[in-house]
């Protein structure tokens, strides 16, 4: 039983190193590939909408589905955390108003959960690939912080 249990835990980290790596890449990729906000120009190409969400206006379901799995998912599971900065840097510019301040109450604590899962990612590849971990929190903060402090 005990094998069984350390078998599942292993694989949980795994999981949670590799779906951390794909929020990175999915993270880098955005910054690339997607150039601003909505444009009316015809095509299938991403752009962001006013939460820095991705969205395409695809006319085909293909199109929106291999975007939103390439850019949407791994933007989307850093909202919380970007939001919250973003909250409370415009608090601090706005001599530390108690209305920004307190709208990011809820995006601090719904941040906890990635922030435990990208943590294990970490751990995980720091064990297996160190250089892979350094990369991997270098590119995770680099975006937190790039869409917190953008607003």
Request: overall charge neutral; proline content about 12%.
């Given at each position: 039983m005990r094998k069984a249990a350390a078998r599942v835990i292993a694989i949980g980290k795994a999981v949670a190193g590799w779906f951390g790596?794909?929020?990175a890449a999915g993270g880098v990729l955005?910054?690339?590939i997607v150039p601003g906000p909505y444009t009316d120009a015809p095509g299938c190409y991403p752009f962001h909408d006013d939460f820095a969400q991705i969205e395409t206006n695809c006319s085909s379901a293909a199109g929106d589905l291999l975007w939103a799995f390439l850019l949407g998912i791994?933007?989307?599971a850093?909202?919380?955390m970007y939001l919250a900065i973003d909250l409370i840097w415009?608090?601090?510019k706005n001599s530390w108003?108690?209305?920004y301040l307190s709208r990011s109450v809820p995006y601090l604590i719904s941040?906890?959960?990635p922030c435990a899962l990208y943590f294990v990612a970490f751990s995980y590849w720091k064990r297996h690939r160190a250089w892979v971990a350094l990369l991997f929190a270098l590119l995770m903060s680099m975006e937190?912080?790039?869409l917190g402090f953008a607003g």
């Open positions: 790596l794909y929020v955005a910054y690339i791994p933007r989307l850093i909202t919380p415009a608090s601090a108003d108690m209305f941040s906890i959960p937190v912080l790039a």
